[in-house]
């Protein structure tokens, strides 16, 4: 089947000047221009142990994600990001408080996270959805980061989002896999003015892009830039990617005979569930 259920963190409040709930007086440090935002988020990347979450909270199960909703069956893939994950996205604490004094010494003082918060969502695509986030701000704190840590239900966290309001959150998630090319980058990765859904993390050059992507009914054109959009988020830390899972079934063989279905969405197709004929 394909991976149904994915799992990432992200940090609020990327999103591009023109946008009507852009404030550049409210940037978060994350989304700092110059290069001083693409810094602070490796540092957070390279914060986290995910073989350690993988091994732990997740029983070993899971794949690694090196792009948030990007998959290897899919338009846009590249396939030396998973070799470059392992260096890129490595776990290297050393280096991530390295790039954290880099940018203090950047802007000439300490990064203020008084009112930085990373809120836990509890999830029904993954149980432990809270533990993962947990680890994930116990993992910057360990580097110095002492961002504030809160446990909401989902639908408070959505309505920062639709509002605009995410400016200093970050949070981890976990959802089912995209139905299309479109919907992917209209959901994720597309500001409000070109019809986005949830500002997860915009930029100049993927606005450019979508519209390029919009204008081509070629397979191939939009393969070549579904993948520079990747390229982009892969090596701009866009987000945290951490995993993709396949969905499980469990079912009785005295009862169920077969059961065929792609996995996407789940649970889908259950009219191709074959009985045991008795």
Known sequence: TSPTVLVYSWFGGNYVPTAEYYEADNVPVWALPDGIGRKVRKALNLAVDRQEIQNTLLGGRGAVMPVSFYADHLRGWDPSWTERFEVDYRYDPV???ELLAEVEAELGEPIDWSDYVFLLTPRASLGN???V????????QDIGVPIGIEEREFVY???????????RVA????????????EQLKILYVSKEKGGCCNMYENQFIEDRYDQFLATVSLDERDRLMREIGEHLFTEYASLPLFSFHSEYVVNPEVVAGYDTSGLRPPRHLEYVKAVMK
């Open 171 to 182: 949070w981890a998630d976990a959802t089912p896999w995209r139905s299309t090319d479109t």
């Open 157 to 167: 966290f959505m309505e920062k989002m639709l509002a605009g309001d995410i400016e």
């Open 95 to 97: 280096r991530a408080k």
């Open 129 to 131: 959805l809270v533990d």
């Open 133 to 140: 986030g947990e680890a994930v701000a116990n993992y910057w």
